[in-house]
């Protein structure tokens, strides 16, 4: 049973050596191994409260760029309504012009036309007169004492007409 049970020697030099060993560890080893976790202890702390202000940082910046393109898309679109309005403006004042410019066209024909039918009636009227003159004159000339003989010349300046 002596194996069992240690002796009081052995226990007391134990004992007295387990405390020697707990004054040196705490005195030599424990306050740096405490030191060496409460700095780990920080720089995990930092470590992590830095990754929160990198990921506020990201999420305010996100919601930056999604301002800054929503905005860019309202000023593309605004660009491109203004572009399309103008493209309209433009298209109609070019209608109205052409319009303008194809009604003075169509009025001045019609103007030189109105013209040149004056100008072609006044011709035919002076041919008229001085067929008339001639036919008058020739009537004149020769004396026509019968109906026959009139309806005869009268026939014969027509024939004469026609061929001219």
Do not use: C, H
Not at 11 to 22: A, G
Not at 75 to 83: C, G, Y
Not at 127 to 138: G, P, R
């Amino acid at each position: 049973m002596e194996l069992l049970t240690p002796g009081t020697g052995l226990i007391i030099w134990q004992s007295l050596i387990f405390l020697l060993l707990v004054l040196l560890l705490s005195r030599y080893a424990w306050k740096p191994i405490l030191n060496s976790l409460k700095e780990r202890e920080t720089s995990i702390q930092n470590a992590l409260d830095t990754a929160e202000k990198a990921r506020l940082e990201m999420a305010k910046l996100q919601s930056d760029n999604e301002k800054l393109l929503k905005e860019t898309r309202e000023e593309r679109d605004k660009i491109l309504k203004e572009a399309r309005e103008a493209s309209n403006r433009l298209k109609d004042e070019a209608q109205i012009d052409a319009r303008k410019s194809a009604d003075k066209i169509i009025e001045d024909a019609r103007a030189a036309i109105q013209i040149e039918k004056q100008a072609a009636l006044k011709e035919v009227r002076t041919q008229v007169a001085l067929f008339s003159l001639e036919v008058a004159e020739k009537l004149m000339k020769k004396n026509l004492s019968t109906d026959k003989a009139q309806k005869e010349q009268v026939e014969q300046y027509i024939k004469d007409l026609k061929l001219n």
